[in-house]
Nanobody, 123 residues
Framework: EVQLVESGGGLVQAGGSLRLSCAAS????????IGWFRQAPGKEREGVAC????????CYADSVKGRFTISSDNDKNTVFLQMDSLKPEDTAVYYC????????????????WGQGTQVTVSS
């Protein structure tokens, strides 16, 4: 059974940091790209960052470049999203997902999804 479990969300003040984790199981981790996405109330789900587990290639949305860093621990089948200089507009439910086609922030390219973790940034 494929599982993606997010953790690390919470409430933080603007300018603060959080580190999200995505623990994956039930598939060949090294064959997949893992992406982070977010969805705020009333808005569409948007891609935030992604990383190829095979070669470490990464991608980022323009809105988070220079503030967020995605990394992977292949020995633990876990992907991290380090979020610094957080802004109120980063408030959303953050999801991780796995796809085995391309390195992209397009949600339709991902097959498996976690349940999400809430991130709230206060002003």
């Amino acid at each position: 059974e494929v599982q993606l479990v997010e953790s690390g969300g919470g409430l933080v003040q603007a300018g603060g940091s959080l580190r999200l984790s995505c623990a994956a199981s039930g598939f060949t981790f090294d064959d997949y790209t893992i992406g982070w996405f977010r969805q705020a109330p009333g808005k569409e789900r948007e891609g935030v960052a992604c990383i190829s587990s095979s070669d470490g290639d990464t991608c980022y949305a323009d809105s988070v470049k220079g503030r967020f860093t995605i990394s992977s621990d292949n020995d633990k089948n876990t992907v991290f999203l380090q979020m610094d200089s957080l802004k109120p507009e980063d408030t959303a439910v953050y999801y991780c997902a796995a796809g085995n086609r391309v390195v992209t922030t397009v949600p339709d390219e991902y097959d498996y999804w976690g349940q999400g973790t809430q991130v709230t940034v206060s002003s």
